[in-house]
């Protein structure tokens, strides 16, 4: 769990002239990973209640990041999709993320990197079972 919880936090770290926020990140990256969506669906998918994401969106929206839009189908509603300046930011932050993985790796043996890679995939595929399994009991 310790090193699990280490790498986490080592990964959330900015790095030099990286100007996202943790927070700001993964609201970025479920955005661009989903397309256009309605606030409360990305409420539901960064698992935060829809005031707390609609504080955010406010923000982001007021920062340039991302852009508002009617919803064709329920006018009422807005769906929010990045902005050229949000795709850019969280490009910058995905590429720093990845360097410092692969400055990590680099020493690594290929057989070593493989080993790794299948038991990730195992852990978050196993992780991910349980719990849908403890949402459906």
Not at 16 to 22: R, V
Not at 94 to 121: F, K
Not at 123 to 133: A, N, Y
Request: with cysteine; glycine share 6%.
């Amino acid at each position: 769990m310790h090193a699990l919880m280490s790498v986490g936090r080592l990964i959330r770290q900015r790095s030099s002239g990286e100007t996202l926020d943790t927070g700001t990140f993964w609201i970025l990256k479920t955005i661009a990973a989903n397309g256009s969506m309605r606030v409360t669906d990305l409420a539901t998918c960064v698992n935060l209640d829809a005031s707390t994401v609609s504080r955010h969106v406010a923000q982001l929206h007021q920062g340039g990041l991302i852009v508002r839009a009617s919803d064709p189908v329920d006018r009422r509603a807005q769906r929010v999709r990045l902005s050229a300046d949000g795709e850019r930011q969280l490009n910058a932050a995905l590429r720093a993320r990845l360097a410092l993985l692969e400055r990590g790796l680099d020493s690594w043996a290929p057989e070593d990197l493989e080993q790794l890679d299948r038991l990730l995939t195992r852990f978050v595929s196993d992780i991910d079972r349980e719990t849908k399994d403890s949402e459906n009991r």
